[in-house]
Protein backbone atom coordinates (compact mmCIF):
# COMPACT_ATOMS: atom_id res chain seq x y z
CA UNK A 1 0.00 0.00 0.00
CA UNK A 2 2.61 2.50 0.96
CA UNK A 3 4.49 1.84 -2.52
CA UNK A 4 1.01 2.47 -4.40
CA UNK A 5 0.73 5.78 -2.15
CA UNK A 6 4.32 6.71 -3.42
CA UNK A 7 3.90 5.94 -6.86
CA UNK A 8 0.85 8.14 -7.66
CA UNK A 9 2.28 11.09 -5.30
CA UNK A 10 5.05 11.06 -7.42
CA UNK A 11 2.63 11.16 -10.28
CA UNK A 12 0.60 14.01 -9.16
CA UNK A 13 4.42 15.46 -8.58
CA UNK A 14 5.59 15.10 -12.09
CA UNK A 15 2.12 16.12 -13.16
CA UNK A 16 2.99 19.66 -11.22
CA UNK A 17 6.27 19.85 -13.30
CA UNK A 18 4.81 19.39 -17.06
CA UNK A 19 5.37 22.70 -18.71
CA UNK A 20 4.00 21.13 -21.83
CA UNK A 21 0.73 21.27 -19.92
CA UNK A 22 -1.83 23.69 -19.24
CA UNK A 23 -2.74 24.63 -15.76
CA UNK A 24 -6.53 22.92 -16.32
CA UNK A 25 -4.92 19.84 -17.63
CA UNK A 26 -2.52 19.66 -14.69
CA UNK A 27 -5.09 20.45 -11.83
CA UNK A 28 -7.34 17.40 -13.73
CA UNK A 29 -4.30 14.77 -13.63
CA UNK A 30 -3.53 15.97 -10.21
CA UNK A 31 -7.70 15.26 -8.86
CA UNK A 32 -7.32 11.66 -10.44
CA UNK A 33 -3.76 11.17 -8.81
CA UNK A 34 -5.68 12.06 -5.30
CA UNK A 35 -8.70 9.96 -6.44
CA UNK A 36 -6.92 7.02 -6.80
CA UNK A 37 -4.70 7.17 -3.35
CA UNK A 38 -7.85 7.81 -1.47
CA UNK A 39 -9.91 5.19 -3.17
CA UNK A 40 -6.92 2.76 -2.41
CA UNK A 41 -6.59 3.71 1.34
CA UNK A 42 -10.52 3.31 1.38
CA UNK A 43 -10.34 0.23 -0.23
CA UNK A 44 -7.44 -1.44 1.77
CA UNK A 45 -9.10 0.08 5.06
CA UNK A 46 -11.89 -1.79 4.35
CA UNK A 47 -10.53 -4.82 3.48
CA UNK A 48 -8.58 -5.09 6.44
CA UNK A 49 -11.62 -4.15 8.75
CA UNK A 50 -13.30 -7.28 6.90
CA UNK A 51 -10.37 -9.33 7.37
CA UNK A 52 -10.35 -8.35 10.96
CA UNK A 53 -13.86 -8.74 11.79
CA UNK A 54 -13.60 -12.67 10.32
CA UNK A 55 -10.89 -13.08 12.23
CA UNK A 56 -12.51 -11.88 15.30
CA UNK A 57 -16.02 -14.05 14.78
CA UNK A 58 -13.88 -17.16 13.80
CA UNK A 59 -12.91 -16.78 17.24
CA UNK A 60 -16.45 -16.61 18.96
CA UNK A 61 -17.04 -19.48 16.57
CA UNK A 62 -14.21 -21.80 18.26
CA UNK A 63 -14.36 -20.26 22.13
CA UNK A 64 -18.58 -20.69 21.88
CA UNK A 65 -17.99 -24.75 20.85
CA UNK A 66 -15.49 -24.77 23.29
CA UNK A 67 -18.27 -23.20 25.72
CA UNK A 68 -21.15 -25.98 24.49
CA UNK A 69 -18.72 -28.52 25.69
CA UNK A 70 -18.13 -27.09 29.09
CA UNK A 71 -21.68 -26.52 29.82
CA UNK A 72 -22.45 -30.12 29.04
CA UNK A 73 -20.38 -31.23 31.19
CA UNK A 74 -21.84 -28.48 33.96
CA UNK A 75 -25.16 -30.02 33.69
CA UNK A 76 -23.27 -33.96 34.04
CA UNK A 77 -21.47 -32.05 37.35
CA UNK A 78 -24.55 -30.35 38.74
CA UNK A 79 -26.85 -34.24 38.51
CA UNK A 80 -24.11 -34.99 39.71
CA UNK A 81 -23.91 -32.97 42.92
CA UNK A 82 -27.55 -33.23 43.16
CA UNK A 83 -27.60 -36.53 43.76
CA UNK A 84 -24.94 -36.48 46.05
CA UNK A 85 -26.67 -33.59 48.42
CA UNK A 86 -29.84 -35.82 48.31
CA UNK A 87 -28.12 -39.25 49.15
CA UNK A 88 -26.12 -37.55 52.40
CA UNK A 89 -29.67 -35.86 53.07
CA UNK A 90 -31.51 -38.89 53.34
CA UNK A 91 -29.01 -39.93 55.46
CA UNK A 92 -27.96 -37.50 57.81
CA UNK A 93 -32.35 -37.20 58.33
CA UNK A 94 -32.28 -40.90 59.09
CA UNK A 95 -29.28 -40.27 61.78
CA UNK A 96 -31.66 -37.33 63.36
CA UNK A 97 -34.71 -39.60 63.39
CA UNK A 98 -32.55 -42.34 65.40
CA UNK A 99 -34.31 -42.62 69.41
CA UNK A 100 -31.99 -43.67 72.17
CA UNK A 101 -33.46 -47.10 72.31
CA UNK A 102 -32.41 -47.19 68.73
CA UNK A 103 -29.13 -45.90 69.16
CA UNK A 104 -28.70 -48.40 72.31
CA UNK A 105 -29.52 -51.18 69.98
CA UNK A 106 -27.38 -50.15 67.69
CA UNK A 107 -24.05 -49.63 69.58
CA UNK A 108 -25.13 -53.04 71.88
CA UNK A 109 -24.92 -54.91 68.75
CA UNK A 110 -21.26 -53.56 68.46
CA UNK A 111 -22.08 -51.87 65.14
CA UNK A 112 -21.83 -47.77 64.31
CA UNK A 113 -23.66 -45.15 62.93
CA UNK A 114 -22.74 -44.39 59.55
CA UNK A 115 -22.50 -40.93 58.83
CA UNK A 116 -22.07 -39.89 55.22
CA UNK A 117 -19.16 -37.57 53.85
CA UNK A 118 -18.91 -35.43 50.83
CA UNK A 119 -17.82 -32.50 50.99
CA UNK A 120 -18.49 -30.08 47.42
CA UNK A 121 -16.05 -27.60 45.75
CA UNK A 122 -15.45 -26.08 42.13
CA UNK A 123 -17.62 -28.29 40.14
CA UNK A 124 -18.47 -26.32 37.13
CA UNK A 125 -15.86 -25.08 34.29
CA UNK A 126 -15.08 -21.86 33.78
CA UNK A 127 -11.38 -22.29 32.17
CA UNK A 128 -12.59 -21.18 28.62
CA UNK A 129 -14.37 -18.61 29.84
CA UNK A 130 -11.86 -17.00 31.89
CA UNK A 131 -9.33 -16.69 29.17
CA UNK A 132 -11.64 -15.18 26.43
CA UNK A 133 -12.37 -12.75 29.10
CA UNK A 134 -9.40 -11.86 30.32
CA UNK A 135 -8.24 -11.55 26.69
CA UNK A 136 -10.72 -8.94 26.50
CA UNK A 137 -12.36 -10.78 23.48
CA UNK A 138 -15.80 -10.88 25.13
CA UNK A 139 -16.94 -7.98 23.08
CA UNK A 140 -16.21 -10.05 20.24
CA UNK A 141 -19.67 -11.59 20.76
CA UNK A 142 -22.13 -9.66 18.23
CA UNK A 143 -25.47 -11.01 20.01
CA UNK A 144 -26.30 -8.97 22.93
CA UNK A 145 -28.65 -11.18 24.11
CA UNK A 146 -26.40 -14.29 24.33
CA UNK A 147 -23.62 -12.26 25.26
CA UNK A 148 -25.28 -10.90 28.69
CA UNK A 149 -26.57 -14.50 29.38
CA UNK A 150 -23.00 -15.68 29.01
CA UNK A 151 -21.93 -12.76 31.26
CA UNK A 152 -24.71 -13.57 34.19
CA UNK A 153 -24.14 -17.36 33.85
CA UNK A 154 -20.14 -17.05 34.76
CA UNK A 155 -20.50 -13.59 36.57
CA UNK A 156 -23.57 -15.23 38.54
CA UNK A 157 -24.47 -18.25 38.82
CA UNK A 158 -21.63 -19.85 38.77
CA UNK A 159 -20.01 -17.90 41.45
CA UNK A 160 -23.19 -18.34 43.80
CA UNK A 161 -23.36 -22.28 43.31
CA UNK A 162 -19.31 -22.21 44.02
CA UNK A 163 -20.57 -19.94 47.32
CA UNK A 164 -23.10 -22.33 48.59
CA UNK A 165 -21.23 -25.33 47.91
CA UNK A 166 -18.17 -24.32 50.25
CA UNK A 167 -20.68 -23.10 53.12
CA UNK A 168 -22.43 -26.59 53.26
CA UNK A 169 -18.54 -27.80 53.10
CA UNK A 170 -18.01 -25.37 55.98
CA UNK A 171 -20.93 -26.13 58.18
CA UNK A 172 -20.02 -29.99 57.64
CA UNK A 173 -16.49 -29.26 59.31
CA UNK A 174 -18.67 -27.62 62.22
CA UNK A 175 -19.77 -31.74 62.46
CA UNK A 176 -16.54 -33.35 62.13
CA UNK A 177 -15.50 -30.29 64.94
CA UNK A 178 -18.26 -31.31 67.55
CA UNK A 179 -17.10 -34.98 66.66
CA UNK A 180 -13.42 -34.32 67.79
CA UNK A 181 -14.88 -32.26 71.09
CA UNK A 182 -16.82 -35.47 71.92
CA UNK A 183 -13.78 -37.81 71.38
CA UNK A 184 -13.83 -38.99 74.85
CA UNK A 185 -17.31 -39.96 75.28
CA UNK A 186 -19.52 -42.85 73.89
CA UNK A 187 -20.12 -42.42 70.20
CA UNK A 188 -24.23 -42.73 71.28
CA UNK A 189 -24.06 -39.30 73.19
CA UNK A 190 -22.97 -37.44 70.74
CA UNK A 191 -25.59 -38.73 68.15
CA UNK A 192 -28.49 -37.74 70.91
CA UNK A 193 -27.18 -34.48 71.65
CA UNK A 194 -29.23 -30.92 70.86
CA UNK A 195 -26.48 -29.29 69.82
CA UNK A 196 -24.95 -31.93 67.82
CA UNK A 197 -28.50 -33.04 66.26
CA UNK A 198 -29.31 -29.10 65.63
CA UNK A 199 -26.57 -28.72 63.62
CA UNK A 200 -26.77 -32.21 61.79
CA UNK A 201 -30.21 -30.31 60.69
CA UNK A 202 -28.62 -26.97 59.49
CA UNK A 203 -26.49 -29.03 57.34
CA UNK A 204 -29.91 -30.69 55.61
CA UNK A 205 -31.31 -27.29 55.17
CA UNK A 206 -28.10 -26.07 53.51
CA UNK A 207 -28.07 -29.24 51.49
CA UNK A 208 -31.68 -28.74 50.32
CA UNK A 209 -31.28 -25.15 49.50
CA UNK A 210 -28.11 -25.89 47.15
CA UNK A 211 -30.19 -28.12 45.00
CA UNK A 212 -32.38 -25.49 45.19
CA UNK A 213 -30.16 -22.90 43.56
CA UNK A 214 -28.53 -25.67 41.00
CA UNK A 215 -31.71 -27.36 39.54
CA UNK A 216 -33.80 -23.90 39.54
CA UNK A 217 -30.92 -21.53 39.04
CA UNK A 218 -27.48 -22.54 37.44
CA UNK A 219 -28.95 -25.87 35.22
CA UNK A 220 -32.08 -24.00 33.38
CA UNK A 221 -29.32 -20.97 32.43
CA UNK A 222 -27.43 -23.50 31.42
CA UNK A 223 -29.65 -25.61 29.46
CA UNK A 224 -31.07 -22.44 27.74
CA UNK A 225 -27.57 -21.26 27.10
CA UNK A 226 -26.64 -24.86 25.22
CA UNK A 227 -29.79 -23.92 22.74
CA UNK A 228 -28.31 -20.37 22.17
CA UNK A 229 -25.01 -21.39 21.20
CA UNK A 230 -26.68 -23.67 19.33
CA UNK A 231 -28.37 -20.93 17.29
CA UNK A 232 -25.65 -18.96 17.13
CA UNK A 233 -23.40 -21.77 15.48
CA UNK A 234 -26.19 -23.10 13.64
CA UNK A 235 -26.58 -19.30 11.69
Given at each position: ?????????????????????TFGEKVKEIIIEIFIIVFAVTLSISLHGWSEHRHQQKEVTEFLANLKNDLKSDLESIDREVD????????????????????????????????????????????????????????????????????????????????????????????????????????????????????????????????????????????????????????
Amino acid sequence: MQEEITKHSNKIYKAVKKSEHTFGEKVKEIIIEIFIIVFAVTLSISLHGWSEHRHQQKEVTEFLANLKNDLKSDLESIDREVDAYQKTNKSYEKILALTTSQLDSIYNSKSKVNFPIHSHGQTLSVGNYEGFKSSGKIGYIEDEKLKQKILNYYQIYVPAATEVDKMYTDFLFKCFDKTIENADKPEKELYSNPKYKKTVEYLVMLGKNNIRVYNENTKPLAVELIKEIDKALNK
